[in-house]
């Protein structure tokens, strides 16, 4: 791992933490307004909308998402850009970071389905990714809770190393006797979460989220970053290592609510994911 020594707005008793546990909440990283503009963004987005597709679990329930490669110059690449996020990810992550990917998650009121227990790097260890030093920063839109399917955490996970992975419904998930272990063993934290908190969580930490069984949306952001020295050793269909441009946090309100272009080529195409396949997704 690098030597150099990242700063950033976090202590050093919360990097220790994320250290300890491998995930971080940060309550209100974004204020009201920041919050409020992202998702009435979202709501407006017709490029956000045509580019969804959906993502079945193992009972045929949905969720829809949304998915692109490269932070633009609309709000939503502000947030992915803006210090607040990078300097932070930076400094967990005890290197520069670009950006992997992000994703607007669409879980809709008594429709919106369950996520299986896995790590993100179970997903991209298929990508020509060496390492798991990758992080994950989701932001909540709306309420997260119990009812509307909140993210779950094992704490301490990311020290288990990678789990196999295999596929459950249409997902990619970790080996369900293995976890069932693992979740005897270690910590189950509900994230319970408002508008505007946010929770950094490392690739290998496992997580899930159970259906939207509630009468309100769950509506998310999650920002991915992969380390510079983590460049994969071949191109798949996530970025390779690209310098990221950073903004000041002013930079979210200064730019109002400017959506993505539906003509941008950033968009991930589901029949070019290579993790899953194109069999997987429903438009």
Known sequence: MPETTYTGPLTDDQIKQFDDDGYLVWPSMLDGEETAMILDAAKQDHGMVDHAFSVDDAGGRKTRLSLWNHPGDDIY????????VVDSCEQLMRDEVYHYHSKMMLKEP??????HWHQDY???????????????????????????GCLQVLRGSHKLGRLDHGRFGKQTGADPDRVKHCIDRLDLEYCVMQP????????L???ASDANDSDDPRWSIICCYNTKHNDPYAEAHHPSYTPLDKVEDSAIKATGIKVSSSAQTSWL???????????????
């Open 77 to 84: 690449g502000m947030l992915c850009r803006c210090r607040r």
């Open 110 to 115: 008594r429709v919106g389905g369950a996520w």
């Open 122 to 148: 179970g997903y991209w260890y298929q990508n020509n990714c060496l390492f798991p030093d990758m992080i994950s920063v989701l932001i909540a839109l709306d309420p997260m809770t119990k009812a509307n």
């Open 196 to 203: 505007g908190d946010a929770l950094f969580f490392h690739g």
């Open 205 to 207: 930490t496992l997580h």
């Open 269 to 283: 195409d589901p029949a070019k994911d290579e993790t899953t396949g194109a069999d997987d997704y429903d438009a």
